[in-house]
C-alpha cells in the first residue's frame, strides 16, 4: 500500500545520518548526479549486475543522438527536481532519491536505462513522500531552473510539451484526441486535453506511471506557470504498460494524487 507518511511543507533539515546518501554541506548532488548519469561512470560494486535491461531503444533506426538527447533531458530534469527538493528542505523525498540512484547504479551499466530509471525513482519519491500540493510547489521551482523552452511562448503548452518529450525519445509518438469542440486558444490551456501516447519509456511501479516529465514540461510552457496534473484513462493502455490514453489538466495539479505520478486504471 502507499505510504500515508506525506509532507505538504518544507521540513527542517535532519541531522547528519551515516546511514543515508544525504549530501554533504557544500557539494553539489544533483551535478554530480547528472554527470554519472551522462557518463556512465557510476559506482558499482564488484559482482553486481552488469547485464543490460528490457528498455527499449530510444530510437529504433539505432540513432546514437537520440539517445543522448534522451539521457541529457532526463539527468537535467531529475537534477532539477533533485535541486527543488533540497531548497525545499524535503529530505526524506532527497535521501529516498539517492538511495534509489545508488541501488540502480550497482544493477544498471548502461547510461540511458540509468537515466529512466533515476526518473521512475524521483517520481516514485515525490508521490511516496510529498503531498499534492508539495509535489506541485517542487515541480514548479524545478521547472524554473529548467532552460527557457526554444519555442515560442504562444505555443500551446500541452502539444510543445510532448513534442519535446517525442524529440528525446521518452514517448515514440502521441496524438490529440480531445471532443469535438474548438481546440484552446494558443498558449491558454482552458480545458484538459486528452491523448494517446505510444511507446512511453517509463514503465509503470507498484500500480503507478511517473508523469513527472510531462509536468515539469507542460509548466516551462505554460504562460501563468501552471502545474499540470496526469490520469490515466481506464482500459486504454496496453499490458506492457507503454501506450496509454491520458487526461492532461493544467489546472488540477492534484489530479490523481499529485503531478509526479498517475495510477493504472483497473483493467489495464
Do not use: K
Not at 540511458?112 to 510529498?130: K, P, Q, S, V
Amino acid at each position: 500500500s502507499r505510504s500515508t507518511g506525506r509532507d505538504d511543507g518544507a521540513r527542517a533539515p535532519a541531522p547528519d545520518d551515516p546511514e543515508t546518501f544525504a549530501p554533504d554541506d557544500g557539494e553539489e548532488p544533483p551535478d554530480e548526479l547528472s554527470d554519472r548519469i551522462v557518463d556512465g561512470t557510476a559506482h558499482r560494486r564488484a559482482g553486481g549486475d552488469e547485464g543490460s535491461t528490457d528498455r527499449r531503444p530510444a530510437d529504433e533506426a539505432g540513432g546514437r543522438g537520440r539517445a543522448r538527447d534522451r539521457v541529457e533531458f532526463c539527468h537535467a530534469a531529475a537534477a532539477a527536481t533533485f535541486e527543488a527538493l533540497s531548497a525545499g528542505g524535503h529530505d526524506r523525498a532527497e535521501s529516498a532519491v539517492m538511495d534509489a540512484y545508488f541501488s540502480h547504479a550497482e544493477r544498471v551499466s548502461d547510461p540511458d536505462d540509468l537515466c529512466l530509471c533515476l526518473l521512475e525513482a524521483m517520481a516514485a519519491a515525490l508521490d511516496r513522500h510529498l503531498g499534492p500540493t508539495a509535489q506541485a510547489a517542487v515541480v514548479a521551482d524545478a521547472a524554473e531552473r529548467l532552460p527557457d523552452p526554444p519555442e515560442p511562448s504562444a505555443a500551446d503548452p500541452v502539444d510543445a510539451a510532448f513534442d519535446r518529450l517525442a524529440a528525446v525519445g521518452l514517448v515514440e509518438g502521441y496524438e490529440r484526441v480531445d471532443g469535438a469542440g474548438p481546440p484552446p486558444r494558443a498558449g491558454t490551456p482552458d480545458d484538459d486535453a486528452t491523448l494517446r501516447i505510444s511507446g512511453y519509456a517509463l514503465s509503470p511501479t507498484d500500480g503507478r506511471v511517473a508523469t513527472l516529465p510531462a509536468a515539469l514540461e507542460v509548466c516551462r510552457r505554460d504562460p501563468r506557470g501552471r502545474i499540470a496534473g496526469t490520469a490515466l484513462l481506464a482500459a486504454a493502455g496496453d499490458s506492457a504498460g507503454s501506450d496509454w490514453w491520458v487526461r492532461v489538466d493544467p489546472q488540477a495539479p492534484s489530479l490523481d494524487g499529485g503531478p509526479s505520478t498517475a495510477s493504472v486504471p483497473a483493467g489495464n
